[in-house]
């Protein structure tokens, strides 16, 4: 049982920059590890994951403005957003799943969501203002 917890979500302007933290309980190393978000009336979708083999991968849209990174020796994952825009704004979640080596299963969960995979921290809001 992997228990996360995320922290730094809070309200920027246009262009502002947050730093989102995801502490987990137990060891995570060699899960996939992704950030979700969640805007009111949309699906959840994945914005950014390390997969099990350490490689990196982005929505579209936050390529180039996001980026994930992990601390393994402090079960940690951070997601750095700059360049922030009113369409970012939505509850963020963090998330990880044993994937038993697959990183096609990672990538799988990424682009089709499923709560009922996993573990998932309660969530954190960025709102973005123009």
């Known amino acids: 049982q992997v228990q996360l917890l995320e922290s730094g979500g809070g309200s920027v302007h246009t262009g502002g920059s947050l730093r989102l933290s995801c502490a987990a309980s137990g060891e995570t190393s060699g899960y996939c590890m992704v950030w979700f978000r969640q805007a009111p009336g949309k699906e959840r979708e994945g914005v950014a994951a390390?997969?099990?083999?350490?490689?990196?991968t982005y929505k579209a849209s936050v390529k180039g403005r996001f980026t994930i990174s992990q601390d393994n020796a402090k079960n940690t994952l951070f997601l750095q957003m700059n360049d922030l825009k009113p369409e970012d704004t939505a509850m963020y979640y963090c998330?990880?799943?044993?994937?038993?080596?697959?990183?096609?299963?990672?990538?799988?969960?990424?682009?089709?969501?499923?709560?009922?995979?996993?573990?998932w921290g309660q969530g954190t809001q960025v709102t973005v203002s123009s």
């Open positions: 998330a990880a799943a044993v994937v038993f080596g697959s990183t096609a299963r990672c990538s799988t969960w990424f682009t089709t969501p499923r709560p009922d995979f996993g573990y």
């Open positions: 390390i997969y099990n083999d350490g490689t990196k």
